[in-house]
């Protein structure tokens, strides 16, 4: 089995520790490495090939069926992301060890809370939350930037 990160990647991108190492296994066994794709456009798309390649087993989700990443993906799931409660079960019941939003329209509320129960997002539900808020991205450069 490689390793996704070393510790000095971890340290140098910001990463949790969490993450180091993080190996991988075959998908569908059960050490397989389970990245959860929430929104499932091109870019999601090229990001579920990428996960692929690399042994990781990925779940692909959208608002909408037959989405790029769903066709490449080992299974998909067409759920409301805003809906937190939907969101929430879907993570319980699929048990990814990556949690990768791609798109905005996400119930971010649920992202934190999942986050302050040890689930990783990539990148983290904060800068998603702020994804949804302009005002909240001027803020944040002007106070903290």
């Given at each position: ?101 791609e798109v905005e329209a996400i119930a971010t509320d649920t992202l ?34």
């Amino acid at each position: 089995m490689a390793e996704l990160f070393s510790p000095s990647h971890a340290e140098k991108w910001g990463f949790p520790s969490t993450l180091v190492p993080l190996k991988w296994g075959t998908p569908f066994q059960s050490r397989a490495k389970r990245l959860l794709l929430l929104g499932s456009g091109e870019l999601g798309r090229e990001v579920a090939i990428e996960a692929m390649r690399l042994g990781i087993e990925v779940i692909a989700v959208d608002a909408y069926p037959n989405a790029p990443a769903m066709q490449v993906a080992h299974r998909s799931h067409v759920i409301d992301m805003l809906d937190g409660a939907q969101l929430r079960s879907l993570i319980e019941s699929e048990k990814p060890d990556l949690i990768v939003p791609e798109v905005e329209a996400i119930a971010t509320d649920t992202l934190v809370e999942l986050e302050s129960e040890e689930r990783i997002v990539i990148p983290t539900a904060r800068a998603t939350q702020l994804t949804m808020n302009r005002e909240g991205i001027r803020r944040l450069a002007a106070e903290e930037l």
